[in-house]
């Protein structure tokens, strides 16, 4: 593959990771943008894909054939939605497992956003133009009720609502082994795994404050299905948190946990509370537990 454009390292850049090269030399290109044409295969060194994490020896011919470029701004798409709860300043959604909350590296459309700006049109600007409405996140496997801003003011508010920790998130989540005590916390902060960037970590001692609580709701020969909330949004928390204490949601690879059946990671974003942007009053909306975990439920045989 000749790419469209192409670097040579020199003996000042023995060292140095792939992508930092690239971002020093093109620091037009977002870090994550070089990164996703790494992984697509589009960078070659001395005519070979390499890793982001490569270390460049300092003699490299480096070929980079750029993908197209995410548009500047989110467009709609009609893709099927499921709607919880709608009024002038607040739209749920119950988000299913695989689908993208919004666009970014490597993902242009087929996301929430995309769904959302074809059935309703107009959402909240503050996320910016490829990030309208979205207040919170859900990670891609992890179904279940997100919230989105219809307007700038109601965006505000829950924002608000999110960094005071006055929204209630529970979640349903099936782990691995026999968790011993019918409830728990976990307080250790998280932070981004310094080997394995792709991945965060409880390990270290330093990291962004999290709490997270569980609550069991019924015990399986090897399995535990529990109740969690969150009260902080770390990246990956819930999955992070219940690994570290050895306990990885099932399916859930990159946090140890064995190939499973299911094809997803167990964990369902089960039931919001938050306030109403207009009348301050609280609302609930909750989001089933999907088919294909409810069926997994049942394979497990009986109860403990």
Same mark, same amino acid.
């Given at each position: 593959?000749?790419?469209?454009?192409?670097?040579?390292?020199?003996?000042?850049?023995?060292?140095?990771?792939?992508?930092?090269?690239?971002?020093?030399?093109?620091?037009?290109?977002?870090?994550?943008?070089?990164?996703?044409?790494?992984?697509?295969?589009?960078?070659?060194?001395?005519?070979?894909?390499?890793?982001?994490?490569?270390?460049?020896?300092?003699?490299?011919?480096?070929?980079?054939?750029?993908?197209?470029?995410?548009?500047?701004?989110?467009?709609?798409?009609?893709?099927?939605?499921?709607?919880?709860?709608?009024?002038?300043?607040?739209?749920?959604?119950?988000?299913?497992?695989?689908?993208?909350?919004?666009?970014?590296?490597?993902?242009?459309?087929?996301?929430?956003?995309?769904?959302?700006?074809?059935?309703?049109?107009?959402?909240?600007?503050?996320?910016?133009?490829?990030?309208?409405?979205?207040?919170?996140?859900?990670?891609?496997?992890?179904?279940?009720?997100?919230?989105?801003? !219809?307007?700038?003011?109601?965006?505000? #508010? *829950? =924002?608000?609502?999110?960094?005071?920790?006055?929204?209630? &998130?529970? /979640?349903? $989540?099936?782990?691995?082994?026999?968790?011993?005590?019918?409830?728990?916390?976990?307080?250790?902060?998280?932070?981004?795994?310094?080997?394995?960037?792709?991945?965060?970590?409880?390990?270290?001692?330093?990291?962004?404050?999290?709490?997270?609580?569980?609550?069991?709701?019924?015990?399986?020969?090897?399995?535990?299905?529990?109740?969690?909330?969150?009260?902080?949004? !770390?990246?990956?928390?819930?999955?992070? #948190? *219940? =690994?570290?204490?050895?306990?990885?949601?099932?399916?859930? &690879?990159? /946090?140890? $946990?064995?190939?499973?059946?299911?094809?997803?990671?167990?964990?369902?974003?089960?039931?919001?509370?938050?306030?109403?942007?207009?009348?301050?009053?609280?609302?609930?909306?909750?989001?089933?537990?999907?088919?294909?975990?409810?069926?997994?439920?049942?394979?497990?045989?009986?109860?403990?």
């Amino acid at each position: 593959m000749a790419g469209d454009w192409w670097l040579q390292s020199s003996p000042a850049d023995r060292g140095k990771r792939l992508d930092q090269f690239l971002h020093e030399r093109n620091p037009q290109y977002s870090r994550a943008r070089l990164q996703d044409w790494i992984g697509q295969g589009r960078v070659l060194v001395n005519g070979s894909p390499e890793k982001r994490s490569f270390l460049l020896k300092g003699a490299e011919r480096i070929d980079v054939a750029p993908a197209e470029l995410a548009p500047l701004r989110a467009t709609p798409e009609d893709l099927p939605l499921n709607v919880l709860y709608e009024d002038a300043d607040v739209i749920a959604i119950n988000k299913p497992a695989g689908m993208v909350v919004h666009t970014g590296a490597g993902q242009h459309s087929g996301t929430l956003v995309n769904a959302v700006l074809h059935r309703f049109g107009q959402l909240s600007s503050v996320g910016g133009e490829l990030r309208p409405g979205i207040v919170h996140r859900l990670d891609r496997f992890t179904s279940g009720v997100i919230l989105v801003a !219809r307007n700038d003011a109601a965006h505000r #508010h *829950l =924002a608000g609502q999110f960094a005071s920790r006055q929204v209630e &998130k529970i /979640y349903l $989540a099936l782990v691995h082994g026999n968790v011993k005590n019918d409830e728990g916390h976990m307080t250790t902060p998280i932070s981004r795994d310094p080997v394995r960037r792709i991945r965060m970590t409880a390990r270290l001692s330093r990291g962004r404050q999290a709490f997270t609580s569980y609550h069991v709701l019924k015990r399986f020969e090897g399995f535990t299905f529990l109740e969690v909330k969150i009260g902080t949004g !770390r990246t990956h928390q819930i999955r992070v #948190h *219940l =690994a570290s204490i050895g306990h990885p949601v099932v399916g859930d &690879k990159l /946090y140890g $946990a064995p190939a499973s059946a299911l094809g997803r990671y167990f964990l369902h974003a089960r039931q919001i509370t938050f306030s109403s942007p207009s009348s301050g009053g609280r609302i609930t909306v909750a989001a089933p537990l999907p088919r294909d975990l409810d069926n997994y439920l049942g394979t497990l045989g009986a109860r403990l």
